[in-house]
């Protein structure tokens, strides 16, 4: 009879996963290549705040996106309209982007000359949180009428993020959403994250974040 | 679906300690969830099938061990049962806590060839 044997694990179930986003940051760094993992639920503004993000740095650095959807090409579409390198990732029906499919997916769009590479993750609060996808930073948008309770409801994201991208502040007056409440409840979770207020279709506020980002670029770069 | 996505990452941590530890097959994996890791030991369970599909897991059985959830209240020190109590200190009724255990998923042990 065939002997079996029991190893212990003791193991994150997202070893792998963790493993591989550490040698793809080692990667980045050495090509000098800043890696933005955007998160958000559906509909928060991801691609309106891209856009203005896009527009306010693109003279100054080389860009590149990646467009992580289920399915459609929809906002690769918009994105490529400013005139970037942009290609689309579908995951297949996951709701998540691994380390694994950050690495193919800029190698499939070519780093050269690209020094702020964005990926667009799925809309979802959930899993995203839960895969490192090796970026430099992480940053999350909460949009005004999603509700200020959503730090409380989502721990996970408000603990993995490094930015949080405060949306559609233009239309606070119409909802009952409290920015100081919302506020604190991101810092119980994180003490550590930044919290920039915006309108990204107004384009209030959006010269902090983009001032904030031009610096981790720059200083990614340099170190 | 997220429970989908766990299992096919942990396929790939037992894929490398498969290959580190030289083992040949793996009969049964032992998963430790976490009471308030966010996922449904049951739906881990059922998805289970679909996830081992074409990897070297084929054959592979899966136990959940679950993990209580225990926390720590912050406003009266209070230590008690997360789920048991609906998220509030039985005490004082707070909602701040800190978590001493329950928040992991993690593979315990592999059971091979």
């Known amino acids: 009879m065939d002997a079996f ?15 591989q986003a550490e040698e793809l940051r080692k990667k980045l760094k050495k090509d000098k290549v800043f890696l933005m993992n955007l998160m958000s639920s ?32 929809v906002d ?23 380390a694994e499919m950050t690495s193919q997916g800029l190698e499939a ?30 940053v999350m948008i909460l949009s005004v009428p ?23 502040i233009d239309v606070l007056p119409y909802f009952d959403f409290n920015l100081e409440r ?8 994180n003490p550590a994250a930044k919290i920039f207020p915006l309108s990204a279709r107004t384009g209030e506020g959006m010269e902090v974040f983009t001032d904030w980002l031009r610096t981790e670029i720059r200083s990614w770069q340099e170190e | 679906m997220h429970e989908l996505g766990i299992l096919n990452a942990m396929v790939h941590t037992i894929e490398d300690v498969v290959r580190e530890e030289g083992a040949q097959e793996v ?34 059985e899966l136990d959940v061990c679950v993990v209580p959830g225990i926390v720590k209240c912050r406003d009266c ?4 049962n997360a789920m048991e109590c609906d998220m509030h200190c039985p005490d004082c009724s707070g909602q701040e806590m800190e978590i001493l255990s329950g928040n992991d998923l993690l593979i315990k042990e592999i059971i091979c060839m």
């Open chain 1, 42 to 73: 559906p509909g928060s503004g991801k691609t309106t705040t891209l856009m203005r993000t896009i527009e306010a740095l693109k003279d100054e650095f080389g860009i590149g996106v990646m467009e992580a959807d289920i399915d459609s090409d």
């Open chain 1, 109 to 138: 769009m070519g780093t050269e000359n690209v020094d702020l590479a964005i990926l667009e993750n799925v809309g979802n609060l959930v899993c995203p949180a839960e895969f490192d996808t090796g970026a430099v930073k992480n």
């Open chain 1, 5 to 19: 044997r029991t190893i212990e694990v003791k193991r994150s179930i997202f070893d792998n996963n963790d493993r």
């Open chain 1, 146 to 168: 999603e509700g200020d309770d959503k730090p409380l409801k989502y721990p996970l994201m408000f603990s993995v993020c490094d930015v949080v991208l405060i949306n559609k």
């Open chain 1, 182 to 189: 919302c506020r604190e409840a991101v810092k119980k979770r």
């Open chain 2, 77 to 80: 020190g209070r230590v008690f």
């Open chain 2, 27 to 60: 009969e049964r994996i032992v998963l430790e969830v976490g009471e308030l890791s966010g996922v449904v030991p049951r739906y881990l369970e059922e998805c289970w099938p679909a996830a081992r599909y074409k990897t070297s897991m084929e054959a592979t």
């Open chain 1, 76 to 98: 690769a579409k918009t994105i490529g309209s400013t005139g970037v390198k942009v290609i689309q990732l579908h995951t297949g029906g996951m709701c998540h982007l691994d």
